[in-house]
């Protein structure tokens, strides 16, 4: 049903737009998008046209206080903002865009319509910057009065077979670190962290080993370990600019490292769904995901951090299905705890096989993480960590 603005409403009118086949309205770039706009009015109406768009484009906005001008330090607020559109069909259905008003009288109406989305078309996404949203829109247009508009958002999944990248995203990943303190006097702190490989596919999960060697005098409070997606926004106007927003998917923390110790931690993050990695499809907005290490040394204002860069696809390398006896294990206690609710009833296949949403995952999955030589337990000082989680947008695609 469509979504309606209550701005932009008539108590005479009744709008439906409905997909063909396809009540969860979720597709595949290539498909092809079918329906029907049911309009009903209750009584007579005059409109200049009646115009149905059916449009797929991303957005970027973000408003920041800049420099005026070189010459003192004042700021002023700028609105940056981008937009890339990847199909628009507009076709009248009453009138036109510039005829004069016509009388339509009361009754039912159907207007079917189609759309094929293109097969690079990125997958719909929300962030707190712009969006990637595609949208069928009915328009009652009045030049006299504002406009009477009505909405049905429809989700496209992204595809994305890591197998077409297997030759580097089946390689072992490798991040290191060194730190010293105390202006260099002190032995190093030496960080690793590698995973088997880079790509992975929802429902499988990154083994992620971390080695500490803490030949320091400081000891360490402890290593937060994040799974976070990394989404750049970019304006075209007024200039290019970029603005990043993390989102943290998943979080653990390991425990305490004493001086002179060494310690070695293991932990196995399950990956739920989300929209696959994109830093080609749209030109303004690039889906990343990675996984940050942040070391939090006791007493020192130094966070030593190593970020390991992962791919998210649609399709698992072929290659990851070949596990080790222990790592088989470590999946399925992974999964143990976990019994997906049973999807809405559809007709159609675009749902099939779909993975769980990962909040879902994260929710009913017990934790998976180890801890092999740990150090001594010593007493350390706590530092409070205070980190906010901002609301999510009015509108968000369906997961898939």
Request: charged letters at 20%.
């Amino acid at each position: 049903m469509a979504k309606k603005d209550k701005a932009k409403t008539s108590k005479h009118i009744k709008c439906e737009i409905r997909y063909d086949s396809n009540p969860l309205a979720v597709y595949r770039p290539g498909d092809t998008v079918n329906g029907n706009v049911e309009l009903t009015l209750g009584k007579n109406k005059k409109f200049r046209g009646v115009c149905l768009r059916i449009n797929g484009f991303a957005s970027t906005y973000w408003d920041a206080k800049v420099k005026n001008g070189s010459t003192n330090n004042k700021k002023r607020k700028t609105s940056f903002k981008g937009r890339e559109d990847y199909f628009n069909t507009i076709s009248y259905l009453v009138g036109s865009d510039v005829g004069n008003p016509l009388e339509v009288v009361a009754g039912s109406y159907s207007y079917p319509f189609s759309c094929v989305i293109p097969t690079n078309a990125p997958a719909s996404m929300e962030g707190k910057c712009g969006h990637i949203r595609y949208l069928v829109q009915l328009t009652l247009e009045r030049p006299w009065k504002h406009d009477i508009v009505y909405l049905a958002p429809f989700t496209v999944r992204g595809e994305s077979d890591l197998n077409l990248l297997s030759g580097t995203l089946s390689l072992p990943s490798k991040a290191e670190i060194v730190t010293s303190f105390y202006f260099g006097l002190s032995d190093p702190l030496v960080v690793t962290a590698t995973t088997p490989r880079s790509g992975y596919a929802p429902g499988e999960a990154i083994e992620l080993v971390i080695h500490v060697n803490n030949q320091s005098s400081v000891d360490v409070k402890t290593i937060m370990i994040k799974l976070q997606r990394v989404v750049t926004f970019v304006s075209q106007v007024p200039w290019t600019e970029h603005f990043v927003e993390n989102t943290v998917l998943e979080e653990r923390n390991t425990g305490k490292i004493g001086r002179r110790h060494n310690a070695r931690f293991e932990e196995n993050i399950l990956i739920g769904g989300g929209v696959p990695t994109n830093d080609s499809l749209c030109r303004i907005i690039f889906t990343k995901y990675e996984i940050e290490i942040v070391v939090h040394p006791v007493r020192s204002r130094k966070r030593p951090t190593i970020r390991l860069p992962i791919v998210l696809g649609t399709v698992g390398l072929a290659s990851s299905n070949v596990y080790p006896d222990l790592v088989i294990q470590k999946q399925r206690e992974a999964f143990a705890e976990y019994a997906p609710s049973a999807p809405p009833a559809t007709t159609s296949d675009q749902m099939e096989n779909s993975p769980p949403a990962y909040y879902e995952l994260q929710q009913n999955v017990a934790g998976t993480s180890q801890v092999y030589s740990i150090s001594s337990n010593m007493t350390l000082d706590e530092a409070a960590e205070d980190e906010s989680e901002k609301g999510s947008e009015p509108y968000t695609p369906r997961d898939y």
